[in-house]
């Protein structure tokens, strides 16, 4: 036997398995051609950030437009960063914003697909087993060096002004012999596993990031670790060991990986895998004081996928908004294309933003606003309920205590060719609504400027006598205009601004006092609607209350 596999042996000596047999239980995937896999691969830290995700989304975007695969991996290598079903919360904001995940963990508690374990914890003995490989060809070394050692290093590279890294001659353990090494191991002596890099800083490489382009950066040329003292994998071992097995073609993630490239290439490279194509998604910025920063946990609320579920944001706004963001065409297709599901639209990786896409609150409501009013009376009542449940109880109770009722608040103004677009997020529907009942309703009633309270009582007092439940919103209009002339209101608004100064007001006013009398607002949907929900008794009462305040 070589002093090599004696040596990796001696490391490994509960792995029996070979490489050889992975490569057989994970075979390449079945997919039709050019079909990409991609997969997302968070830590379990219980929070779910924006940006993971917006790069789930493009990853998913980027399955969907090849009839592909989306994968969610478990990186749980860090004890220290995880928290107790963190990996739920994940998955659960991941689902409720509609991202469905084919593979791996798809929801809370449940996992599935064939090539896992999709946990790394649990891929221990995997990693053990590649590692065992490289030791026995030599391509990977024991290294015996202490923090202290490993300090002193950094510190005279510093001094020496050289990079740090485990390199060239600072690579002390590179050069034990087999023999020297087996050794120490015998004696119980702690240790990482390194890669014994073959490549040179003089060496540049060159690759293809799908977003970013072209770029050329130099060889890895350090002994790189693969596992811990532990025998737990670094972030770039296990990156490599399983993007290969789960057969990922395209791994998307955050940039802060770019300058790792060089690594994980050589890495490919050395454990004879075929690399993945990589994109690297550049941070969603925000805009603050006129300057371009990187949307921040500590400082942005709206960083947390948890503020858009607590705001009430339906997950087809968030994915909607998110994806005009993501590709600049996609606005354009989605003027061309009203009514299309989001996967008919082809995602385009090269179409995404090198310097980062700016998020923006306001466009966000915009885009949010068209969305809902594009829902049926059905949906925006469910959703509104779900949201009430979870957010604000009492309102929940509300909607449910009379759900005929309910369904016909959200069917005002809702299902027509021009439907209104004035809910950006269900959080402001308790407020838009609370006219329609009697624990909610504040009447103030307060009149603008230009009408005096005695007409507004006189107006009311007229109306009461002429009030027609039945009336549909063409005869509720003319009955309203009917009541004009008498009461001092000029019933045609053209006609009024031709002569202001011989009328009160016109019949804008005449109705605006009414809403007001109905509502306690200025401002509604359509008030024959609202009048037609609220019933005749309501009506009758609010007339009543109202002329008792205006004559006062
Ligand atoms: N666990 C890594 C992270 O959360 C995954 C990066 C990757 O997608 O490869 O940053």
New binding site residues.
């Given amino acids: 036997m070589s002093i090599y596999k004696q040596l990796a042996e001696v490391m490994f000596p509960d792995v029996t398995i070979t490489p050889a047999e992975y490569e057989e239980k994970y075979p390449i995937r079945q997919l039709k051609e050019g079909a990409r896999v991609t997969r997302?691969?968070?830590?379990p830290t219980g929070y779910l950030h924006l940006g993971t995700f917006f790069t789930s989304m493009v990853n998913r975007m980027t399955a969907d437009a090849t009839d592909g695969v989306f994968f969610f991996r478990l990186?749980d290598t860090d004890k220290k960063r995880e928290v107790e079903g963190g990996a739920d919360d994940i998955l659960k904001g991941m689902n409720d914003f509609g991202l469905t995940i084919d593979e791996g963990f798809v929801a809370p508690g449940v996992i599935s697909g064939d090539y896992g374990p999709y946990q790394q914890s649990q891929r221990a003995t995997i990693y053990h087993t590649y590692v065992k490989s490289l030791v026995e060809q030599n391509l990977a070394y024991p290294c015996f060096c202490s923090e202290e050692q490993r300090q002193a290093a950094r510190e005279a590279q510093e001094a020496a002004k050289d990079r740090t890294g485990y390199y060239g001659k600072y690579a002390i353990c590179r050069n034990l012999t087999a023999e020297e090494a087996l050794e120490k191991i015998q004696q119980g002596a702690p240790y990482v596993v390194r890669l014994r890099s073959m490549g040179s800083e003089e060496h540049r490489i060159k690759f293809d990031d799908m977003i970013k382009g072209t770029i050329e950066m130099p060889e890895n040329d350090e002994d790189i670790v693969l596992l811990k003292s532990d025998g737990i994998p670094t972030?770039h071992f296990a990156?490599a060991v399983d993007d290969h097995l789960m057969r990922t073609t395209h791994?998307i993630?955050?940039d802060e990986?770019i300058s790792s490239v060089p690594k994980h290439l050589q890495l490919f490279k050395t454990l004879g895998f075929k690399p993945p194509k990589y994109a690297h998604v550049s941070p969603i910025m925000v805009e603050d004081n006129g300057n371009k920063r990187k949307l921040s946990k500590r400082k942005d609320p709206q960083a947390a996928m948890h503020f858009y579920a607590q705001q009430g944001y339906p997950a087809d706004s968030v994915l909607e908004y998110l994806l005009t963001i993501a590709n600049s065409d996609f606005e354009d297709w989605r003027r061309r294309n009203q009514t299309a599901p989001r996967s008919d639209f082809k995602f385009n990786l090269k179409k995404m933003s090198v310097s980062g896409a700016l998020f923006d609150l306001v466009k966000l409501n915009d885009v949010s606003k068209t969305t809902i009013a594009r829902m049926d009376a059905k949906t925006v009542t469910d959703k509104v309920i779900a949201w009430a449940e979870e957010y604000d109880q009492g309102f929940a109770d509300l909607l449910k205590r009379d759900m005929d009722y309910t369904l016909r608040i959200f069917s005002i103004d809702r299902g027509n060719a021009k439907p209104r677009k004035d809910i950006a997020k269900w959080s402001e529907v308790p407020d838009y609504i609370s006219f329609f009942f009697p624990e909610t309703y504040q009447n103030a009633l307060e009149l603008p400027e230009t009408i005096a309270p005695a007409d507004a009582a006189a107006i009311l007092a007229k109306y009461a006598t002429v009030y027609n439940p039945s009336e549909d919103k063409d005869a509720w209009f003319a009955t309203v205009k009917s009541i004009c002339e008498e009461l001092g209101f000029c019933p045609d608004v053209k006609q009024y601004k031709a002569d202001p100064s011989a009328w009160k007001g016109h019949v804008g006013d005449v109705s605006s006092v009414i809403r007001i009398a109905m509502t306690g607002r200025r401002n509604t949907p359509d008030l024959c609607s609202i009048m037609q929900t609220l019933g005749p008794d309501v009506v009758n009462a609010r007339l009543q209350t109202a002329i008792d305040m205006f004559s006062k």
């Fill in positions: 997302i691969a968070p830590s990186e972030y990156h791994v993630r955050g990986w």
